[in-house]
């Protein structure tokens, strides 16, 4: 037992002399990931510098005509890009009053999305039980890319009435509304099962159950139902090729969403647990104090937010036995708590379904429910918690490998 007690204050000792490193890891991390946000306005203007250099050299070598062609076609070049579907990654950087954030119309969509889900329960409070039915999956690791690559290439590359995607004003919101409502469509019925008791004297009554149908569609399929030319869905694809996930989570993030604090990170698993999300491993809030996401007002946040697609796999991240599923409409949203055993527990919360009830044992990467934003959430993520002895510690104390 005594050398049992040792190992646990060693093990403590090693996590916190861990601990103030990986801040300062944790610190360059999101250093980076700001910079990478930043990457394409840079971009535009080194182009724009090296131009003025480029034609003050040609204005003495050649003469002011040659500049002057050098330069309309760099100007043209910078021009296109602006107005191409790569345009949506300027719109962070336009603060025009009659412009909203991506993240913020983002974060609004999901909401409302939610809403309608509560509706339709709330519109069938009769009915003895609900089932959620979920269909489909984005083509990306996050459905928001899927998404938003569809509306900039719709938007921008229409024959007829093509506009930029920089300038995300009432106009363009109301396109980006369009596209999310026509990927994510909500059905529901309400079925009837008629039961008998076998009795001789047996009672006859009705079951009803409220069946919420919510089919994902990808790019690709969207791209399909709008007929999308080879060239549309080309660039699409280009969008969605993994190169420019870094942009797309950067306008998802917004800078007022986490603080400014926000990178993704390579993982290093250490043997206790596996990372939660096989398919994303960006985060965009950590532990430890932050302005709350939803009112703004300085808090502790409790565990880590990574961002994830809707309907992408939570996985537990080691054996253990499940303690609590429920749901927290104020809260958690439907979340789940596992216990690991000797104090230890994880907490997976904002799942848009569980597969799994208390009681349940599950083992090490085992799909115990699919993302979502229920509960108090502004967006697709995955809210993990880890905990010893009932307190509440960084994750990111397990794992190691942080950018």
Known sequence: MEAKTRKTVQNAATKKARQAAQRETVKRSVQTMKAAAKFIVR????????????????????????????????????????????????????????????????????????????????????????????TGAPDSVNHWYDMLAVFAVKTAMDKLDGMDVVTIDPTRIDLI?????????????????HHHDSSEDGDCWDEYILHIYITIKGASQQAEDYSFTDDQKDMMRELLSGAY????????????????G????????????????????????YFGNRPNPTTGVPDNHTGIDIAAGYGTPVLTAADGTVITAAFDADGYGIYVIIDHGDGNRTLYGHMSSRNVNVGDTVTQGETIGLVGSTGWSTGNHIHFETLVNGTRVDPLLYYSGLD
């Open 245 to 260: 996930d870094e942009y797309f989570a950067a306008l998802l993030a917004g800078t007022g969403q986490n603080g400014g």
């Open 262 to 285: 926000s990178g993704y990170i390579t993982i290093v698993e250490e043997g206790m647990y596996i990372w939660p999300s096989p398919v994303s491993q960006y985060i965009i809030s």
């Open 43 to 134: 971009m535009v203007k080194m182009v724009i510098k090296a131009a003025a250099a480029l034609v003050k050299a040609l204005i003495v070598a050649a003469g002011p005509v040659a500049a002057i062609v050098v330069l309309v076609v760099i100007i043209g070049v910078v021009a296109a890009l602006i107005a191409s579907p790569f345009g949506v990654f300027f719109s962070g950087q336009d603060t025009t009053p009659d412009t909203t954030p991506i993240a913020e119309v983002a974060q609004e969509l999901d909401q409302q999305f939610n809403v309608r889900i509560e509706e339709i329960k709330q519109a069938h409070s009769y009915v003895d039980s609900v089932q959620m039915h979920y």
């Open 177 to 193: 509304r369009a596209v999310f409502w026509d990927m994510n469509l909500i059905k529901y019925e309400v079925k009837t099962i």
